[in-house]
């Protein structure tokens, strides 16, 4: 804990540092963000964008994890989906994030559907991945007295696989959940009206630095608060059973 | 690996499938528990069919406690019944513990447990007590007799070891090395629980005569 709070203070000093030497134009100093990101929450732009922005990674990230980790499951499970699919995993895989998004956005119009589909799009393949990954690492020796106690599919799904896939839906959980906010900034930059990433265009355009940095850290604290009281608590309890080390 | 084999056990008798190490004793149980279709053959089990089976590493769930390991696979099994499994088999102190806590020897017993939790029609046994000392072994294989004395359930036991199935059985089907066949089916008149040194003794001598004389 001390540790991390001297490297914090290192990390604002660095900055204020920094702003000293590049100039309050290029980079503005802790205060002045600090004082726009005030300013920002009291007139409730922040909350507001930040809201759009939040319900944008949640709907994109539940979509790609859910289906994402469905077929990565079927594909890991009977080879016949795996080589159907795997040719498509790949091409949408090596897709660069921005071809996706600006297709989207000329077929189905600057609208929300096509920026969440291009988002959960992106991020799809690479929950399928890992899953399938996980599905192909499944204990037989545990299906075999699943199925001699014939157990049925529900409790096997519950009871074998599910926790068995946990640490591989975790890994593609967090590493989607980094990759997805990332896009949906990029989507909002790119079509959308609000949100964290059309602010930070519009201040783009202003050359107004403060506000970019206002919001990106705005955006961050929110991320980590999300991963220290939502995603790190899960993945405790996920792990409970197994045995901890000496 | 198997070669031409047929046989048929009695309601509640115990039979034991004796053989060299590799000459298919793992793979006959798993025919006969459906988990292998790479044969020509049937195989009829008894009316509804409820299985119960110990494989030779105890396979549970270790996400699971030992209570819930139990009833995933004995769903209708009341808690009077398994209070007294657990206590016959010495598991009442680790009901809530994970099979990550657990010796070898007690995961054996929990798989035991799960077994006969489930009342199966047939019980199978793939050398159950395999890599356990001596003590802990000749401990377990008492407990497993003391359990099939209180409720007769059709069981086959599949082990190498001659004593243990000597120990246990009723009827000993001896199977030969690969392609298996079966040498010989020899039954066990002592009941179960008195059976003495001399007496084992006298059925090795009987055994390895038969399979000596049946080999060649």
């Known amino acids: 804990m001390g540790a991390r709070l001297i490297s914090l ?35 409730g732009a922040l909350a507001f964008n930040l809201g759009a922005t939040l ?51 000329v077929w189905a119009g600057l609208t929300e559907t096509a920026a969440i589909a291009a988002v959960a799009l992106n991020k799809l393949p690479i929950a399928t991945v890992t899953v ?58 790119l079509g959308r009206p609000n949100g964290v990433g059309f602010e930070i265009g519009v201040a783009f355009q202003l050359f107004d630095v403060t506000r970019i940095l206002a919001y990106a850290l705005a955006f961050v604290a929110v991320m980590l608060a999300i ?8 993945e405790r309890h996920v792990s409970r059973w197994r045995p901890k080390p000496a | 690996m198997l070669g031409e084999l047929a046989f048929s056990l009695g309601n509640g008798e115990v039979a034991a499938l004796v053989g060299p190490s590799g000459c298919g004793k793992t793979t006959l149980l798993r025919i006969i528990a459906g988990l292998d279709s790479d044969f020509e053959g049937s195989v009829a089990l008894p009316a509804h069919g409820m299985l119960g089976m110990v494989f030779q590493e105890p396979r549970l769930l270790p996400w699971r406690t030992v ?22 088999l010495g598991l009442t102190a680790h009901r809530d513990h994970f099979p990550g806590e657990l010796s070898l020897g007690l995961a054996r017993r929990v798989a035991l447990a799960r077994a006969f939790a489930v009342e199966p029609d047939l019980l199978l046994l793939d050398e159950p007590f395999v890599s356990l000392d001596d003590a802990l072994a000749a401990r377990l294989r008492d407990e497993l007799a003391d359990l099939v004395n209180r409720r007769p359930i059709t069981t086959l036991l599949v082990t190498h070891n001659v004593e243990e199935a000597i120990g246990l059985a009723d009827r000993l089907l001896l199977l030969s090395l690969s392609p298996a066949r079966v040498l010989a089916d020899v039954p066990v008149t002592r009941p179960r629980t008195p059976r003495t040194p001399q007496e084992l003794a006298a059925m090795r001598e009987e055994i390895a005569k038969r399979i000596n004389g049946a080999s060649l």
């Open chain 1, 9 to 43: 203070i290192l990390l604002i000093a660095a900055w204020y540092a920094g702003s000293q030497m590049a100039g309050a134009r290029l980079l503005p100093d802790p205060q002045a963000v600090a004082l726009a990101i005030v300013d920002e929450a009291r007139s």
């Open chain 1, 55 to 105: 319900a944008r990674v949640a709907v994109a990230f539940t979509l790609a994890m859910a289906l994402g980790s469905v077929i990565g499951l079927v594909m890991g499970r009977s080879r016949l989906a795996d080589r159907l699919g795997d040719p498509w995993l790949i091409v949408l895989l090596n897709l660069p994030a921005l071809v996706i998004i600006v297709l989207a956005y």
């Open chain 1, 132 to 189: 399938r990954e996980g599905a192909r690492s499944l204990d037989r020796a545990l299906d075999d007295m699943a199925q001699v106690f014939r157990m049925g599919a529900w409790t096997r799904m519950r009871h074998v696989v599910l926790p068995q896939l946990a640490p591989y839906l975790a890994a593609a959980a967090r590493s989607g959940l980094s990759l997805v906010w990332k896009i949906v900034l990029i989507v909002e930059l």
């Open chain 1, 227 to 234: 991963e220290t009281f939502l995603v790190q608590p899960l």
């Open chain 2, 67 to 88: 209570e819930q390991n139990v009833r995933l696979a004995a769903p209708r099994a009341t808690d009077a019944a398994l209070g007294t499994l657990f206590q016959a």
